[in-house]
């Protein structure tokens, strides 16, 4: 069960987001470097590590109904080979030898990767990272083998009962837009993917411009940018580069539309309530807001929890808010009976007004 609903509200909550004098005394320093990349770093010595982070505006924003999902796959070919290390084997062999601890995610609105590892072997990881993000191989076999987990990930994911509910919910909030929101992308689309269709994705998106790279950890802030600029200035932007255009979304249904799916097994009920939220770029202090709010409502003794599962209302509930530069979303979600839906979407429907309490 899902509803939407255009609910617009000031959080009372203003006074929780003030400045954080522990933060102000960070030392976060933030410049860009000649290619147009960021950097990012905070200086901290409390442990003999460092983790160094590529962030790049990417994910479904920047895909078309084409090449939805393949900025994911692009992912995972980043832990293959790359022109200094010929195959995953190599590469695989390098992250046991600096002791790195690795991922990476594909979000709607970015793709990161991550290395974290011993201060003492920082300037191996910076070329490790360089070498991986500026020049992947992408061989054509190993392709294949990373399509079919991508697609073994894909079966994974589908076979949730709540698969269907997100598409829709997203169909209903952005229309033909809705593959924007949907970083793991369309089966068929991944089944045939080709190189060439990711090297396109890499020179569209995976350029210094478009990239902030971010370290923090057991370092000297001046050795660490002249190791950076040494580095990473070999990455260099493709010729007539241009940032991607953000999509404009449709505007939030102003009206509830409930969809619903049922199988003769289930007997509980999911539903979803979801009202506009703040989008990070155009309204970051209430972003923050929503951030305060999420973790209140979630806490065990909320007036949230005792209104729902203390009660019995519903078996479990929560509140979510992600933060993104092109949407806002504040979801409201819950599993109860077949008897009681009908009274949990109603009151959740109240629930922005009693935000607004002491």
Do not use: C
Not at 44 to 66: D, F, M, N, R, Y
Not at 103 to 120: A, C, I, K, M, W
Not at 144 to 168: C, K, T
């Amino acid at each position: 069960m899902l509803a939407v609903r255009k609910y617009w509200f000031w959080l009372a909550l203003g006074l929780l987001v003030r400045s954080s004098p522990g933060l102000s005394k960070a030392h976060i320093d933030t410049e860009t470097l000649s290619n147009g990349m960021q950097l990012v770093t905070l200086e901290s010595h409390k442990v003999p590590l460092v983790t160094i982070v590529i962030s790049v505006k990417a994910g479904a924003l920047t895909e078309t109904p084409q090449t939805n999902g393949l900025t994911h796959l692009w992912e995972h070919m980043f832990f293959k080979g790359n022109a200094a290390l010929p195959d995953q084997e190599a590469f695989q062999k390098k992250i046991r030898d600096l002791g790195i601890i690795y991922n990476g995610d594909t979000h709607p609105e970015l793709v990161r990767y991550y290395f974290t590892l011993p201060s003492v072997f920082l300037e191996e990881g910076l070329d490790f990272m360089f070498q991986a993000i500026a020049h992947p191989s992408i061989d054509p076999k190993e392709l294949e083998r990373e399509i079919r987990v991508v697609l073994d990930e894909y079966d994974r994911n589908a076979s949730q009962p709540g698969f269907a509910m997100v598409h829709a919910r997203s169909q209903v909030l952005y229309g033909d837009q809705a593959f924007h929101r949907n970083p793991l992308g369309e089966r068929e689309v991944i089944a045939h993917a080709t190189r060439e269709q990711l090297m396109q994705i890499k020179d569209a998106v995976f350029v210094p411009k478009n990239s902030a790279l971010m370290v923090s950890g057991d370092f000297d802030k001046k050795q660490l940018t002249r190791s950076v600029q040494n580095i990473f200035s070999r990455w260099q932007n493709p010729e007539a580069w241009k940032a991607p255009i953000a999509n404009s979304f449709p505007k939030f249904p102003k009206d509830a539309k409930v969809l619903a799916f049922s199988h003769p097994h289930a007997r509980n009920v999911n539903l979803n309530v979801t009202f506009e939220g703040p989008k990070a770029k155009q309204e970051p202090r209430d972003a923050y807001v929503a951030d305060v709010l999420a973790g209140l409502l979630g806490h065990r003794l909320s007036g949230f929890s005792k209104r729902y599962v203390d009660t019995g209302l519903v078996y479990d509930g929560g509140f979510g808010y992600y933060t993104q530069s092109q949407v806002g979303e504040l979801n409201l979600s819950a599993t109860t009976n077949a008897k009681s839906y009908k009274k949990v979407i109603e009151e959740f429907q109240k629930e922005p007004e009693r935000w607004l309490q002491d």
